[in-house]
């Protein structure tokens, strides 16, 4: 089974990027999907998920209005849309499905002001 993210890269404030999160050797379905992030110097962190049961999405407060998490099963793959990126959004993304313990291996995105 693989996670692969990417998408990642260098922008100026207020831009977008689009991260995405390739899954093989497992079908992921209505399974619970979600992003965390690691700035340097700093603690992992949750950044969005899209919870199995009801399809609800939660955001964590940094990032909710900008970021939007999504899936795509059809093609197995899981995405991160974030907007209006501000430099304190600069860290490694790493893609993960909860239900399963995997990770994926991290893109870094990197904000410049």
């Known amino acids: 089974v693989q996670l692969q993210a990417s998408g990642g890269g260098l922008v100026q404030a207020g831009g977008s990027l689009r991260l995405s999160c390739a899954v093989s050797g497992l079908t992921f379905g209505n399974s619970a999907i979600a992003w965390f992030r690691q700035a340097p110097g700093k603690e992992r962190e949750g950044v969005a998920c899209i919870v199995s049961d009801n399809d609800d999405t939660v955001y964590s407060d940094s990032v909710k209005g900008r970021f939007t998490i999504a899936s795509d099963n059809a093609k197995n793959t899981m995405y991160l849309q974030m907007n209006s990126l501000k430099p304190e959004d600069t860290a490694v993304y790493y893609c993960?499905?909860?239900?399963?313990?995997?990770w994926g291996q991290g893109t870094l995105v990197t904000v410049s002001s």
């Open positions: 993960t499905l909860p239900a399963f313990g995997l």
